[in-house]
């Protein structure tokens, strides 16, 4: 945690001091308890900034090739990462989210599962509704409004909590993961077009 400590605090000072950054909603986010970040992707600068908007420790999933990498498959293990492989339903990624969610921690997670290229909202991938309706974390929409230009402001939108209830009361199945997903990413969307400038 001191480790993670010391690289937020740095993050905070690059986003302040080049970025201009703004944030937005840090009282939406709970004291305690299993949180889903739930985030548009538009740069690698993205998972950073989405951890250095609060206090509390954020934990993601990345990709097993970044393991791999010496200094930084260490460095992002020390900051709560886990690997996940691209392309498939990953279990154990599956099952160490789910864990995470359990001991009460905060998962960050790209919905559209990469990168946006033109810098508009894409289409969110299922993984994140179901790690929603599975577990009893309470689901942020966040808003990352750019672009990340050198003394240009950046702003993070934390939202306020989505309603999940009437999709945890559906009977479950692939149209319940896929109304879930369309339901968080038009919360991510009214963020984005309510505080865009």
């Known amino acids: 945690m001191g480790l993670y400590k010391f690289f937020r605090a740095l993050f905070r000072f690059v986003f302040s001091f080049f970025f201009r950054w703004r944030v937005v909603g840090r009282e939406n986010i709970p004291q305690d ?3 889903i970040l739930c985030s548009n992707h538009i740069s690698n600068w993205d998972p950073p900034l989405l951890g250095s908007g609060i206090e509390r420790q954020v ?12 200094v930084l498959g260490w460095l992002i ?7 996940v492989k691209r392309g498939g339903g990953d279990r154990s990624a599956i099952r160490s989210t789910l864990q995470l969610l359990e001991s009460g ?41 750019g672009p990340y230009q050198l003394f240009r402001p950046v ?12 999709f945890k009361e559906a009977k479950g199945g692939s149209d319940t993961v896929t109304a879930t997903t369309d339901h968080i990413m038009r919360q991510i969307q009214q963020l984005i077009d309510t505080h865009k400038a």
């Not at 702003?155 to 009437?166: F, Q």
């Open 33 to 35: 308890g299993p949180v």
């Open 155 to 166: 702003t993070i939108v934390y939202g306020k909590p989505v309603d999940l209830t009437e």
């Open 59 to 70: 934990n993601f999933m990345a990709k097993e090739e970044l393991f791999k990498i010496p």
């Open 77 to 83: 293990t020390q900051f709560g990462a886990f690997p």
């Open 105 to 145: 921690k905060i998962l960050g997670i790209f919905p559209e599962g990469t990168r946006s290229k033109t810098g508009e909202l894409g289409k969110g991938m299922p993984g994140t509704a179901l790690f929603a309706l599975r577990s009893n974390a309470v689901v942020i929409p966040v808003a990352i409004i």
